[in-house]
Structure formats: structure tokens, C-alpha cells
């Protein structure tokens, strides 16, 4: 299985999105899309700058989030004919595609859906996918350390996103172990 990957953050991505579906209906084969935000968005600034083209970068984050939805709106109503991977962190996207599922009758567990979140990030998204019976896959970067850490470093410098993300985890963490203390003592 290939799963194609779909940066959201781009401004061209949605309608590439599309020209891939089409492709994909005219030869008459499944496509995998695995649907990101991106995290590589400074970076593609940085280069678009250097190298004098236009900014391929959305306008804000919102106009990311927009697209991002779009895309998994698309994908639910050609999913007889695309296999989704959501690979993302966001609370909101992936309850909103758990409502799409239910509107258009396709139960949870249906393996032309996955959701996806990075190996040690968003437990708390994974763990409640799992238990309510929907596809869940944790992404595991493997390689060389030389390759592994310079890609992680990247991801935490490059990703301004992840520091929210992570303290939110803690936040949550740090609550649940409170429940537990507090729990302990009353039993
Ligand atoms: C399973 C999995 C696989 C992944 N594979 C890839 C991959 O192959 N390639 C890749 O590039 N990334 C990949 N990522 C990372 C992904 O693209 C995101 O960077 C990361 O998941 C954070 O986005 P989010 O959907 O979790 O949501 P959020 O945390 O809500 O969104 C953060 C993202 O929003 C976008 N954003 C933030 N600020 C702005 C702004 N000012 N303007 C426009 N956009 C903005 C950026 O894309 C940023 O990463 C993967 C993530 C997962 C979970």
C-alpha cells in the first residue's frame, strides 16, 4: 500500500487533492492519501524567499485548517474510491472527522479510514479513537541515530506547533495523576 502525502499548509494542495482523485478515477486504481498539515513550514518560507517564487504557504493558520477539513470532507465522500490516513494532532479535525464517518454511515472500524498520531504525542487523542473501535496507528520514525535525531530536532525547532501541543499533554497528564492521588486517598 502507498499512501500519497497531502500537505494541507499549501495553498495548492486541496485542488492537487483532487487532481489526484481524478487521476486515480480515470486509471482506475485506489488512492492513498495520508493527510497532514505540514511541518515543514518555515522552511518552505525560507526557500520560497531565497529562491524568488511565491510563498506556497497558506495565509494564516486558519486558512490551513480550512483546507485541512476540506480535504477530509472530499476524501469521506470518494472514500469508495480513497483509503484516508488523518495523521494529525488537532483535537477539532479529528472530531470532525469522527462526525463526518457518522454522517455518511460508515462505522468506525472501516479499514479505509485510519487515524494517525506520532509515537510519545497525543496519547490522549489515540487511546479515545481506539476505545471507541475506530483505526488507530502511531507513527514510529526508525532509523540510525544519526538520521532519527537530526529529524527530530528538525520536527521540534521546525514545528512551533508541538510546544502547544506538548505542554496541553502535560497539562493533561498532571491532572489525571492529581485524580489518581486524590482517588488513593479516598479508597
Ligand atoms: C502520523 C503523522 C504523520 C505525519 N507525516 C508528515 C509528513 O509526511 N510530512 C509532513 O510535512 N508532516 C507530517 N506530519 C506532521 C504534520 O504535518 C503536522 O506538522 C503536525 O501533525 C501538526 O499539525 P496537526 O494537524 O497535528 O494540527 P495543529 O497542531 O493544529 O496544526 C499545526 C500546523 O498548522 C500549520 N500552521 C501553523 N501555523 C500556521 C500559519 N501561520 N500559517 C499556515 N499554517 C500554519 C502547520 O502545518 C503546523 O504544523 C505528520 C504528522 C502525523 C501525526
Known amino acids: 500500500m502507498v499512501f500519497n502525502t497531502f500537505q494541507m499548509y499549501r495553498k495548492d494542495m486541496y485542488q492537487k487533492l483532487q487532481d489526484a482523485y481524478n487521476r486515480a478515477a480515470k486509471y482506475n486504481y485506489q488512492l492513498g492519501v495520508k493527510l497532514v498539515r505540514g511541518a515543514y513550514m518555515e522552511k518552505e518560507r525560507e526557500r520560497a524567499e531565497t529562491l ?70 497525543s496519547d490522549n487523542i489515540s487511546f479515545n479513537l481506539s476505545n471507541a473501535g475506530y483505526n488507530v496507528a502511531k507513527y514510529l520514525p526508525y532509523g540510525p541515530l544519526n538520521e532519527v535525531i537530526p529529524y527530530l530536532l528538525r520536527r521540534a525547532k521546525e514545528n512551533t506547533a508541538i510546544a502547544g501541543q506538548s505542554s496541553r499533554e502535560y497539562i493533561l497528564l498532571k491532572k489525571e495523576l492529581a485524580r489518581r492521588s486524590t482517588n488513593s486517598q479516598d479508597s
Open 52 to 121: 524568488g517564487y511565491q510563498d506556497p504557504i497558506q495565509i494564516d493558520k486558519n486558512a490551513t485548517d480550512e483546507d485541512f477539513n476540506r480535504g477530509l470532507k472530499f476524501c469521506v465522500e470518494h472514500i469508495n474510491s480513497i483509503g484516508l490516513c488523518c495523521g494529525s494532532h488537532n483535537e477539532n479535525s479529528t472530531r470532525y472527522l469522527t462526525e463526518l464517518m457518522g454522517k455518511y454511515n460508515i462505522s468506525p472500524n472501516d479499514p479505509r479510514i485510519y487515524f494517525s498520531q506520532l509515537y510519545g504525542m
